[in-house]
Nanobody, 114 residues
Framework: EVQLQASGGGLVQPEDSLRLSCAAS????????MKWVRQAPGKRPEWIST????????YYAASVKGRFTISRDNAKNMLYLQMTSLKFEDTAVYYC???????RGQGTLVTVSS
């Protein structure tokens, strides 16, 4: 059974940092480019970052570039998203997925509020 389980979300204040994790199982994680996507209440899903299977290249949406860092550990089948300088508009459910959406996990809620 394929699973992508995101965790690490929570309630934080503006300018705080948070690290999300995504545990992958049931498929060969290292063979896939991976991404993080978020969906804010009432809005469409927004792609925010991609990391290639080799970790050699990463890509970011303009809205998070310079604040978020994507990484992965293929030996542990783990994907990460380090988020810094969080803003109100970062409030969303964050999902991890394979780049072409073969697999997508349940999300974790990040709420930025003062």
């Amino acid at each position: 059974e394929v699973q992508l389980q995101a965790s690490g979300g929570g309630l934080v204040q503006p300018e705080d940092s948070l690290r999300l994790s995504c545990a992958a199982s049931g498929f060969t994680f290292g063979n896939y480019d991976m991404k993080w996507v978020r969906q804010a209440p009432g809005k469409r899903p927004e792609w925010i970052s991609t990391i290639l299977r080799s970790s050699r290249k990463t890509y970011y949406a303009a809205s998070v570039k310079g604040r978020f860092t994507i990484s992965r550990d293929n030996a542990k089948n783990m994907l990460y998203l380090q988020m810094t300088s969080l803003k109100f508009e970062d409030t969303a459910v964050y999902y991890c997925a394979t780049y072409s959406d073969e697999y997508r996990g349940q999300g974790t809620l990040v709420t930025v509020s003062s």
